[in-house]
């Protein structure tokens, strides 16, 4: 049988741009939040609270880049847990993602 003509994303292919979605994401969360549950809210008191709230983001993006190295380590068992996609790190340590446009390897992941 034929290979399909469309390829499959798999959704390992997305941990590693992780980091990157959450900061976009995130970054539109504190703009809305800004214009909207901030606006009535001194200067002061509206960049005290943007700023907390960036601070946030930055922490869970933190935590979404060291998943991934997480599991392609092992650390705390972690990969039998959060391995989604049953990628073998050992057999394969610098894989292509993004139909080999992106190198999810080791010198990417900082």
Not at 11 to 17: E, I, K
Not at 63 to 89: H, I, K, Q, S
Request: charged share 15%.
């Amino acid at each position: 049988m034929p290979q399909s003509a469309v390829p499959i994303v798999n959704l390992r292919d997305f941990f590693a741009v992780a980091p990157e979605i959450v900061l976009a994401a995130w970054g539109l969360l504190v703009l809305l939040a800004d214009v909207t549950l901030f606006r009535n809210r001194s200067s002061a008191r509206r960049q005290q609270a943007t700023a907390y709230l960036s601070l946030a983001g930055t922490a869970i993006a933190l935590v979404a880049a060291l998943v991934p190295l997480a599991v392609r380590f092992n650390l705390y068992d972690l990969a039998e847990t959060l391995n989604f996609t049953g990628v073998d790190y050992v057999g394969n340590p610098d894989p292509v993602v993004f139909f080999g446009t992106l190198a999810d390897d080791l010198d990417g992941d900082f």
